[in-house]
């Protein structure tokens, strides 16, 4: 069965920079697309960023360009994503999600999420 | 982007009622439009995807329909296990969006 497990989560200070990662089993890493989503307390879902299966092709949430990088190693089945110059409205649970098998960005699999606090 | 707007926010259903849910977007997004299910401290759970096919192990209670702008996500008799938030989110278009989530709860 499929299994996405994200850690990196914490209490940042605004301004600082944080790496999240997201470990990928059950499933062939390397030939899935893979996906961010986070949802701040008591808040709704909001799509981050998604990485192609082979790193090539990156596309980004407007709030978060120029500042969030997403990336991966499917040598170690492990989904990153790196924030830069964190923000208060960078709060938030961070998922990582797979790309559902099928035509089109639907996400069939999600992680149990990482808490980014961020707070001086 | 596409603005995807859910209505209602909140829907107070008892045990056993049907609950219909609503989904508008900004713009057509054809029939690339996806359900899920939100339970506090879970993972978010895919329920239906390309409008209308249910995800694997999603019961026959749940069905979906739409295209192009208007959407809906239909529970046939709500069991307990269903009270929950409900998002929509469109795959049309970069960037992927979603709606703003409906709470369904206990009447």
């Known amino acids: 069965q499929v299994q996405l497990v994200e850690s990196g989560g914490g209490v940042v200070q605004p301004g600082r920079s944080l790496r999240l990662s997201c470990a990928g089993s059950?499933?062939?890493?390397?030939?899935?697309?893979m996906h961010w989503v986070r949802q701040p307390p008591g808040k709704g879902l909001e799509w981050v960023a998604m990485?192609?299966?082979?790193?090539?092709?990156?596309h980004y949430a407007d709030s978060v360009k120029g500042r969030f990088t997403i990336s991966r190693d499917n040598s170690k089945n492990t989904l990153y994503v790196q924030i830069n110059s964190l923000r208060d409205e960078d709060t938030a649970v961070y998922y990582c999600?797979?790309?559902?098998?099928?035509?089109?960005?639907?996400?069939?699999?999600w992680g149990q999420g990482t808490l980014v606090t961020v707070s001086s | 982007e596409v603005v995807m707007t859910q209505s209602p926010a909140t829907l107070s259903v008892s045990p056993g009622e049907r609950a219909t849910l609503s989904c508008r977007a900004s713009q057509s997004v054809s029939s690339n439009l996806a359900w899920y299910q939100d339970k506090s401290g879970q993972a978010p759970r895919l329920l239906v995807y390309a409008a209308s096919t249910r995800a694997t192990g999603v019961p026959a209670r749940f069905s979906g329909s739409g295209s192009g702008t208007e959407f809906t996500l239909t529970i046939s008799s709500l069991q307990s296990e269903d009270f929950a938030v409900y998002y929509c989110q469109q795959y049309n278009n970069w960037p992927l969006t979603f709606g703003g989530g409906t709470k369904v709860e206990i009447k």
């Open positions: 999600a797979k790309k559902g098998t099928g035509v089109g960005h639907f996400l069939d699999s």
């Open positions: 059950g499933f062939i890493f390397s030939s899935n697309d």
């Open positions: 990485i192609s299966y082979d790193g090539s092709s990156k």
